[in-house]
Each structure stands twice: as C-alpha cells, then as structure tokens.
C-alpha cells in the first residue's frame, strides 16, 4: 500500500510561504524621519523642493491648483512627505493673494523650527501664474 504525500507537500508549502510573509512584515522596517544633525534645514528644504517638483512633474500641481481641490492637495503631499514630517501649504497668485480659501496643513508648525520653500508654478492649460509656499517641520 503505496502512502499518497501530496497532502504533507502541501502542508509543508503552505507553511514556507507564511514563513516567508511573516518574514517579510517582520524584516520591514517604517521609514522614520531620524533627528541625526544640525543640517535638517538643508534637508527640509530639499525634500519639500523634491515633493512640490514631483507634485508638479505632469501638470498635476497645476491642475489641482486651478481645480481648488484642496483635499487632494493635502493627500498627495501626506503620501510624498515622509512620518515624522508636518506642513502647510499657502498659494498665492500674481497680485500676491492667497488662492487656497482653506488650510491646506497637517497639523501645528506652531514652536517648530519651519523651512519654507517657494515654488513658481505656470499652470499650463490656463497659463495661471502662482507661488506656492511650503513651510515643513519635523514632528517631535
């Protein structure tokens, strides 16, 4: 009588591959913002100047802007900006008034240090010209 070990191969991949998933969570570590030296102005400055480029790579920023989707704003740069990082966003337009009728924000910069970093943008359908400011701060 021949034993049939289909059932115990099958026991046996099924317990490699959650072997390997939990492997992985396990492995993975979050993408925290450290607090390492005293250059964190330059590197604000050069992620929110990288985040308002990528933003702004398609079109997106301007359409967005021209749109007054302001949520949407708020969500892209939730996901760009890395945990630990706080913002608001104010736009203005060429007579220098601000366009955005509500805070486009995260949370407090209030007692931070903040960075700010301005952005030209042309919006390219409708030719709009508007200066974004992006203040970013480390959470603490």
Known sequence: MPMDNRGQIRVLEAFFATAII??????????YVT??????N???????????TELNREGELGQ???QSNWAGLSSRLS????VGVS???????ENLEA?????ISDGSLEG??????????VERTHLNFYIVRLQLAYIK
Do not use: H, R
């Not at 913002?87 to 337009?93: G, L």
């Not at 366009?99 to 805070?103: D, I, R």
């Open 87 to 93: 913002y608001n966003v104010t736009i203005y337009n």
């Open 79 to 82: 996901l760009l900006l890395p």
């Open 112 to 121: 931070k240090s903040v960075i700010s970093v301005q952005y030209l943008l």
């Open 99 to 103: 366009v955005n009728s509500s805070p």
């Open 42 to 52: 330059g590197t604000l400055y050069s992620l929110g100047l990288n985040v308002l």
């Open 35 to 40: 607090f390492q030296s005293t250059d964190d």
């Open 22 to 31: 939990f492997g992985s969570l396990v492995l993975t570590v979050p993408a």
């Open 64 to 66: 967005l802007i021209t």
